[in-house]
């Protein structure tokens, strides 16, 4: 076998989801929080695909696929929404979105 | 013979329900034809059932017909019976008679009201709650019976609604009603307990001392407040708001006097009992005379009538309670006569006048209507017990049983006979100043006589035939000559005493003397001059206030009790039920306060929240490995 070991891997997918928790807790733009989430899903993915390999086996492979196309559409939903409230003049920072009012 | 006996008690309920579901497709009087109609043909049946008995010997004269099992558990049973026996024709003849009358009469007096079909129909219930209550075949049917008419009694005294004071009176009615209801059923529970059955036929057996007493003294207690006689009398008089008819139906004829039945008809409890057959006929003797001094200072026709019932009816008990059954049942019979032909009589004066009811404002009747004067003083005569008219046979044969019963019989004798002198007195006091004088200004201005009309035929008709029968109903029985009562009544309840020729004679010659001489002095004070009452001014506030009964009732019962619910309020109700209701809901909505602090809506506070939530699960997770 080639290369790193898992460990090395799921070092790494770990930093990531770190770095992306921190980022969606103390940013307050919507954009940043979103592009945060995305670095938390992929250091999940990460460590997926980690497993997979440790493994012998795809199913982890096929799950990371699975955990892509769920990131795809909410990113989308989460974009649409910021254009939304940006069409609206609404400030783009989290913490003044504490009302549920229409 | 028993079809009679079941056309006698349906058709007034028959009659009760058509006038009801009819509504408005009935006229007015069409519903009072119809009720009077119901009430003949019961006659026409307790007629019918009289004659089957009349047709059988004297040991056979029971029937009891069965139409369902009405309640069955473990080894009670007790039927929806009707019993025919000489006691039980003997109340329907008088029920369903004298009711018929008095629905007839009534077509004429409601004549006008509003609710006419409202009271035909609950005469027609009354009608059959009473003929229920002497039909049933046991005490349990008794009972119901003995409860519907209190029913029908409380509708038709409240029957003029916007009236406060009828309300009152109604309520006032039921209330001490249902105190004796309450002891009945009483002593029914230890009936069945001790017996296991409800049928007459128990009362006669044997039981301990103890039971036999608490018994008759549940029964007495439903007795003495039906019949209004002391300590629960304070409802008769203010019953009297109700209309005439009733007062003359209900609280005078029948209803009133079912105390009486209930005595006779339980009579083997009362004699394992003596002591409260003695406390009956105390009791009686003690209402006749209260209820005859109340009357002399009444100011209220009605009212005046309804004291000389209860007095009459402390006759009937004093004989019952001496064990004079058939004497007792035989007042009852003519007194059912006379009285309720004085209260029509005089709901004749009170139509006559606009519906005052005030003597005092009354006088110089006899020129206006004199054969209302003539029913009124054959009814007072036949009330006096004035040779010969009703009341004469029969009140005498109950004080002549008296004096055949020892000591105590004797005092209760001259109590009976200080009674006969104060009927006399009351009643013809009534009956100078209603008829006599000079018309007063007040009967100048309003009287309007009857006339020949459906409403004055109505009217006129049922006091005429009640005015024949206060005359020659007490010809039936002449002690000790002939007594075909007592023999008739003899299989149901054997008379225990026997009073002899002499004291028969004795007592009779008294007690004429004694109710001319209040005759006289009624006619020295009201007759020859007009008082309307006399200037004794203590005993006067004590009569006009009723011996402070009421008074005495209000202090002892109700003011305690509303002392009682204000404290219970104040102290418990407030501070504990309310109060910890509502403080639990009080704390639920701060804990909610609390915790919707939480809420921010600050999406970071949230993932904060649940980041810092996994990664406890996730060392917690290490640790535990």
Redesign the interface.
């Known amino acids: 076998m080639m290369g790193p070991g898992t460990a090395w891997y799921l070092g790494v997918a770990g930093f990531l989801f770190g770095v992306g ?1 921190l980022g ?3 940013r ?1 733009n919507p954009l940043i ?1 979103l592009l945060s989430l995305e670095i938390m899903l992929n250091g999940g993915n990460l460590a997926l695909i980690a497993f997979a390999r440790n493994l012998n086996n795809g199913d982890g492979q096929i799950f990371a696929l699975a955990v892509m196309a769920v990131a795809a559409s909410e990113v989308v939903v989460g974009l649409g929404l910021i254009v939304a409230l940006n069409r609206k003049r609404i400030p783009l920072d ?2 003044r ?4 009012r229409g | 013979m028993i079809s009679g006996a079941w056309i006698c008690l349906l058709s007034p309920l028959a009659a009760a329900g058509l006038i009801t579901l009819a509504g408005e497709r009935i006229s007015r009087r069409g519903a009072g034809y119809l009720a009077t109609l119901s009430c003949f043909v019961a006659f026409g049946g307790a007629v019918a059932s009289f004659v089957g008995l009349l047709g059988r010997d004297g040991g056979h004269r029971v029937v009891v017909s069965t139409a369902w099992t009405w309640i069955s558990g473990g080894s009670y049973r007790s039927g929806f019976e009707v019993m025919i026996d000489p006691l039980s024709v003997f109340m329907m003849l008088i029920v369903a008679g004298v009711g018929a009358l008095i629905v007839a009469y009534s077509i004429g007096y409601m004549d006008g009201d509003d609710e006419e079909r409202r009271y035909f129909a609950y005469m027609a219930l009354f009608v059959f709650s009473m003929l229920l209550l002497v039909q049933g075949g046991n005490l349990l049917l008794l009972l119901a019976g003995w409860g519907m008419v209190g029913l029908s009694s409380y509708l038709l005294i409240g029957f003029w609604h916007e009236r406060p004071s009828a309300i009152a009176a109604a309520k006032k009615a039921f209330i001490m009603n249902a105190i004796g209801d309450a002891t009945m059923a009483l002593a029914l529970f230890l009936l069945i307990k001790k017996a296991g059955s409800v049928e007459f036929g128990i009362l006669g057996g044997q039981y301990s001392s103890t039971v036999a007493t608490l018994v008759a003294l549940g029964l007495l207690g439903g007795a003495v407040a039906k019949s209004a006689q002391l300590p629960l009398q304070t409802w008769l008089p203010d019953a009297m708001e109700g209309p005439t008819p009733v007062s003359a139906l209900i609280h005078a004829a029948t209803m009133v006097t079912a105390g009486v039945y209930l005595i006779v008809r339980t009579h083997s409890i009362f004699e394992s009992a003596p002591h409260v057959a003695d406390l009956a006929a105390g009791l009686g003797a003690g209402t006749l005379l209260v209820a005859g001094l109340i009357a002399l200072v009444q100011v209220d026709i009605k009212r005046v009538i309804a004291y000389s019932t209860m007095s009459q009816i402390g006759y009937m008990f004093l004989g019952v309670g001496l064990g004079a059954y058939a004497n007792g049942m035989f007042h009852l019979m003519t007194h059912a006569f006379f009285k309720a032909l004085l209260f029509m009589a005089a709901g004749i004066v009170i139509h006559a006048l606009a519906d005052e009811q005030d003597i005092r404002k009354m006088g110089g009747l006899r020129q206006l209507m004199p054969r209302t004067y003539l029913a009124f003083l054959i009814g007072s005569l036949a009330l006096v017990g004035i040779f010969p008219f009703a009341g004469f046979f029969s009140k005498d044969s109950i004080l002549a049983a008296a004096m055949d019963h020892g000591t105590y019989g004797y005092v209760l004798w001259a109590a009976g006979l200080a009674g006969t002198f104060l009927t006399g007195l009351y009643t013809f006091r009534l009956l100078f100043l209603v008829f006599w004088g000079e018309p007063s200004p007040f009967v100048r201005e309003h009287f309007h006589a009857l006339k020949r009309d459906v409403v004055g035929v109505s009217l006129a008709g049922p006091v005429a035939i009640l005015a024949v029968l206060s005359v020659v109903g007490g010809w039936i029985q002449w002690e000790p000559l002939w007594h075909p009562i007592e023999t008739w009544l003899q299989t149901v309840a054997e008379p225990t005493v026997s009073p002899k020729s002499w004291q028969e004679a004795v007592s009779s010659a008294l007690a004429l003397l004694l109710g001319l001489g209040g005759i006289f002095l009624a006619w020295l004070i009201y007759g020859a001059r007009r008082v309307a009452v006399p200037r004794f001014a203590f005993a006067q506030r004590v009569l006009e206030h009723k011996f402070y009964v009421d008074e005495l009732y209000d202090a002892l019962f109700y003011r305690p009790t509303v002392w009682a619910a204000k404290g219970l309020y104040h102290w418990v109700e407030d501070p504990l039920v309310d109060e910890s209701s509502n403080s639990l809901g009080q704390d639920t909505r701060d804990l909610g306060r609390l915790v919707s602090r939480a809420q ?5 506070t949230y ?2 929240a649940i ?1 810092s939530s996994v990664a406890v699960l996730a060392l917690v997770f290490v640790a535990v490995r």
Do not use: M
Not at chain 1, 97 to 100: D, E, I, V
């Open positions: 928790a969606v807790l103390i307050r929080v989290v913490d979105l504490s009302s549920l | 921010t809506g600050l999406l970071r993932a904060l980041a």
